[in-house]
């Protein structure tokens, strides 16, 4: 028996090959728990047999550990596999896609049926969700099924020995997809000439709509600072770093700064986008004054074969649509939308029919935390202790996924997106059907977020009133700390700390600064950050100067010179009043305790970020101007809630004193202070020492590892999300887990 990461990542013909070279006899079989294999054959034989597994596992695949014990079996007279017989056992088939393996970039220059081919794959590689139709996972249900295997792919396809034995897209240069390359002046249709054409364009300084395995993408030189603006404007999106695809690691090393840790992540089959610090600018235009780059290496066999004719060492890559609609997949949508932005086009024949965009990752405290789960990930499901089968949750608004149970894995979507875009919300009910086909899922109960106007929460009221299927409301940010939970298996009371921007209250509040005493069935609010006035509600979040008026306000009131801070200087008086009445006046000013917003107030006074243009923009830019190394912190009290007068004093005192790095640094740690005082106060009334720390905040890197540095210096034990988001895209694990916990 071998358990641990060992489904659809072509292990059971790489056993086949393993038994065929020590002539064994037996059979290979998927089963919920892991691959069983069973061999007929002396004791050593069966060791060695054992050992070259170990030793030559597929590249994406992880052994956590390989079992060999001795049984009376039947005879064989040859090695098979057998198929799945339940569906349960056919899920965990469905691998995430795959980067292209080095075997498949050496058929590419040694092959002559795939000299350049650019589908080239095996069972250790290639596409497979974004593919995929329905179960069992066979060609015939992926959108390979419109491409007839030649007479080689089918000798190869069908040769037990081969790499490319029941490799189900398996194709080459006579039998597979072809790209096609398009601009207003002329089509082109072979690959070579493609090559050429392309790099000529991003030589050029234009920009190419490029089809990748989940989506369509926009490329341009990060070199070139004219084109990534022209990008950027026709993009219409604001200031929000690009993700750059760099040629190879030495030419990623040479503009971010990489530790092993974060080159084993970059490297990896997934090939996630990582956020690394950066070591020499791109274009300035790349990431905006924020000093993290968002890398990643080549992973289609056509980025490979691009960066041999490209001179440029790293291309922006980003998603081809319009800020905040989801990735597009569909090609005539595409050729229609992507012809206007970009000025050529590079397709292929072959339908894309799970859209993914590519993951975003971090490495926080040496550990793998992901931003967004999508290619690479998706749909991998989460390992729990308890069953959800039956169980649709579905999620936050922002930064939406879904979450589906089997038995006790939990099949999370693909990042799906804000789903007050009316795309993203399509997008997400079409990825709902296609999930329930796919896996053929039917929910009997349905878990939502509490806040009443997420449009989620209305889809899930549908299922509730038109299926009559139970509905379980759960709070936004006992869900984050449940997804930690759910994570780590754990299954008792536990200190939850969730820093979140903004999630629904159960006092009809807008929280995001709880501290909670929580299991999986229930919380209780211990401690929050103080309430402070939203003036203008959410156009507060997107002002992050209104914040800082508010705090200041709440702790000084008119005592404060407002024109002495410069961030206000920049504020119409109009504006400022109009604010200053909203909050003597408590009109359209909701409460929050949201962290997100004192980070927002502090950004804003350091005059970082007076006005954000992306989600997040106020705490990344504050996080980014840290390059120091202090320990000193604010003061603040915790006695009653968590208040921050002395706090926000401290720091307008500190403006004419201190380097804005040192504030923010000081900042930084005093709410990791906070996070370690009043976990403190909780494990004196409680005697808990398990911490959880889930939600959004918590991707600020120097606030998570300052925080599990003082925690665990303190005698906890700290957790925190690394398999799926702890910000929104993680919600629907939380969901699902409370769901399934309170209908028993
Ligand atoms: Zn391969
Ligand atoms: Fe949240």
């Known amino acids: 028996m071998i358990k641990g990461l060992v489904q659809g990542v072509g ?3 790489f056993i086949c090959r393993m038994a065929s070279k020590h002539g064994l006899f037996g059979e290979v079989d998927n089963r919920s728990d892991g691959v069983s294999v069973i061999v007929q054959g002396d004791l050593k034989t069966v060791d060695l047999f054992g050992d070259d597994i170990l030793q030559y596992a597929p590249p994406a695949s992880q052994i956590k550990s390989l079992e060999i014990r001795s049984a009376q079996i039947d005879n064989y007279n040859n090695f098979r596999i057998t198929s799945s017989k339940t569906i349960e056992n056919q899920i965990t088939e469905i691998s995430p896609d795959i980067a292209v393996c080095a075997d498949c970039l050496e058929d590419m220059e040694s092959d002559p049926e795939r000299i350049d081919y650019p ?19 066979d060609r015939p249900k992926t959108t390979m099924k419109s491409f007839r295997k030649c007479g080689n792919c089918d000798n190869e396809y069908n040769n037990i020995l081969d790499r490319r034995f029941h490799a189900q897209p398996i194709a080459c240069n006579s039998c597979g997809p072809v790209y096609r390359y398009k601009d207003a002046l002329r089509s082109l249709n072979n690959i070579t000439l493609i090559l050429r054409e392309v790099s000529l364009q991003i030589a050029a300084g234009k920009t190419v709509a490029i089809k990748g395995l989940g989506g369509y993408h926009l490329m341009c030189d990060a070199l070139n600072d004219d084109v990534v603006n022209t990008m950027r404007q026709k993009k219409q999106r604001d200031s929000k770093p690009f993700a750059v695809m760099f040629r190879d690691i030495t030419a990623a090393k040479k503009y971010c700064f990489i530790d092993e840790t974060e080159e084993e992540e970059i490297k990896s089959w997934r090939r996630p986008i990582l956020i690394l610090k950066q070591k020499k600018i791109l274009s300035p235009s790349v990431s905006n004054g924020i000093h993290t780059i968002g890398a990643m ?16 060492p790293a ?40 859209r993914a965009d590519d993951s975003v990752i971090r490495i926080i405290n040496r550990e793998t935390t992901i931003f967004r789960r999508s290619r690479g990930f998706v749909p991998q499901p989460v390992d729990l202790k308890f069953s959800v089968d039956g169980i649709l949750a579905l999620g936050a608004e922002q930064k939406n996924s879904f979450c589906i149970g089997k038995g006790y894995q939990a099949v999370m979507s693909q990042y799906i997106g804000d789903l007050k875009n009316p795309a993203t919300y399509n997008f997400f009910i079409e990825t709902i059907d296609r999930f329930s086909d796919i896996f053929r899922f039917r929910p009997e109960l349905i878990a939502c977020d ?3 106007q997420y449009l989620s929460t209305h889809y899930a009221e549908l299922f509730e009133n038109e299926l009559n299927i139970p509905l379980i409301r759960v709070q936004h940010h006992h869900a984050h700390i449940a997804s930690c939970m759910a994570e780590h298996g754990l299954d008792e009371s536990v200190i939850g700390v969730s820093l979140d921007g903004t999630g629904f209250g159960s006092d009809g509040n807008i929280w995001g600064g709880e501290f909670m005493i929580a299991d999986l069935k229930e919380s209780t609010r211990f401690k929050h950050f103080d309430y402070v006035p939203m003036p203008g509600g959410e156009k507060a979040v997107d002002e992050p100067w209104r914040m800082a008026y508010s705090y200041i306000f709440k702790y000084s009131g008119d005592i404060f010179d407002y024109e002495s801070l410069s961030v206000f200087n920049s504020i119409e008086t109009k504006k400022l009043s109009m604010i200053k009445e909203m909050l003597v006046k408590k009109i359209n000013a909701p409460l929050t305790s949201g962290a997100g917003r004192l980070f927002d107030a502090v950004s804003a006074i350091l005059g970082l970020c007076p ?11 504050l996080e980014s101007v840290i390059d120091c190394e202090t320990t000193d912190f604010y003061p ?9 007068a002395e706090t926000i004093k401290a720091i307008i005192d ?5 380097k804005i790095s040192v504030i923010s640094a000081k900042f930084h740690n005093t709410i990791a202070r906070v996070i370690l005082e009043v976990s403190q106060q909780i494990r004196k009334v409680t005697s808990l020492k398990k911490v959880i720390l889930s939600g959004g905040v918590f991707q600020n890197k120097y606030l998570l590892e300052k925080s599990l540095y003082l925690l665990k210096l303190n005698g906890f034990k700290v957790f925190t999300n690394h398999l799926v988001p702890s910000n929104d895209g993680g919600i629907s694990l939380g969901q699902i887990s409370i769901a399934s916990k309170i209908k028993r």
Do not use: W
Not at 119 to 137: D, K, M, Q, S
Not at 326 to 349: G, R, T, W
Not at 612 to 618: H, I, L, N, Q, V
Not at 654 to 658: G, I, S
């Open 297 to 312: 290496l080549p992973y289609m066999p056509v980025h490979y074969l691009l960066f041999k004719s490209l001179k440029t």
């Open 611 to 621: 006005e954000a243009t992306f989600d997040s923009e106020a705490p990344m830019r």
């Open 11 to 13: 292990f059971r013909p």
């Open 119 to 137: 589908f080239v794959n095996c069972t250790n590689c290639g596409p497979r969700f974004t593919i995929i139709e329905g179960l069992p996972y």
């Open 654 to 658: 500190d403006l004419h004193k201190q």
């Open 450 to 452: 509490l806040h009443p």
């Open 315 to 354: 291309v922006v890559l980003t998603s081809g649509n319009l800020s905040d609609e989801p990735i597009i997949c569909d090609d005539h949508m595409a050729e229609k939308q992507l012809l206007s932005v970009a000025d050529s086009f590079l397709s292929y024949n072959r339908q894309i029919l799970n």
């Open 636 to 644: 603040f009290q915790a006695d009653t809630n968590i208040v921050f």
